[in-house]
Structures are given as structure tokens and as C-alpha cells.
Nanobody, 129 residues
């Protein structure tokens, strides 16, 4: 069973920063060869795309609402993807989920959740005003 594990969430004041991490729970699956994305789902809201990065880190994509504030990166040697979140706003409050592409070595970054086959359990981010 492939499992992704998110960490780094928490409670922060508006304007603060957090760094989320996404890693695999076992040694039999590697995300170093797949695109990885972050999605979020706030209270009473639908899940939405936040950011994604290609398997080699050569291309990234961001939702308009987080551009200039969030940065996605990856360390394939550590089999980990990060989401650095700066200048957090109350509207960023949500459960954040990482997901790995179902297609290895894809040239681009999928923007739809159905293109991702493996999901983590999520980490909660709460931003107070």
C-alpha cells in the first residue's frame, strides 16, 4: 500500500509562515520519479489545487491565490516534496494534502485531482487573524 505522509501543519498567526513536507511512509515506493501536487480543502469548501512540481523540479505551477506567497520544491535524494508558505492569511486555513501523479516522468504538472493516484491523509493548517 503506497502511502504519503504530510507534516508541518499547525496554528499560525496571519502573516506567519509554515513549511509542509510530503514523504512516503515506506521504502517500496518512491515519489522521486513522479510529479507531486498539494491540494487543500477548507471548511465547507471543495478541494482545490494549490501547487505542483514536475518529477525533476524543472517546472512548477501555482494557484492564483497563493502565487508569490507559496513555494513548492523537492529533494529527490530525500524522496520529499516541500511547500513553503509565507504571508499566510486566514483564508489559507484548510487541510493540506499531497498527491503523487499516476504517470511517472510526466513532462508537465497535472492540475486535476483525478490525475493523481496516491494521496496522503493531510495536515491541518490554521491561520488566525
Amino acid at each position: 500500500q503506497v502511502q504519503l505522509v504530510e507534516s508541518g501543519g499547525g496554528l499560525v498567526q496571519a502573516g506567519g509562515s509554515l513549511r509542509l513536507s510530503c514523504a512516503t511512509s515506506g521504502r517500496t515506493f518512491s515519489i522521486s520519479g513522479t510529479a507531486v501536487a498539494w491540494f487543500r480543502q477548507g471548511p465547507g469548501k471543495e478541494r482545490e489545487f494549490v501547487s505542483a512540481i514536475t518529477w525533476n523540479g524543472g517546472s512548477t505551477s501555482y494557484a492564483e491565490s497563493v502565487k508569490g506567497r507559496f513555494t513548492i520544491s523537492r529533494d529527490n535524494a530525500k524522496n520529499t516534496v516541500y511547500l513553503q508558505m509565507n504571508n499566510l492569511k486566514p483564508e489559507d486555513t484548510a487541510g493540506y494534502y499531497c498527491a503523487a501523479d499516476r504517470l511517472p516522468l510526466r513532462p508537465g504538472v497535472p492540475g486535476h485531482d483525478y490525475e493523481y493516484a496516491y494521496w496522503g491523509q493531510g495536515t491541518q493548517v490554521t491561520v488566525s487573524s
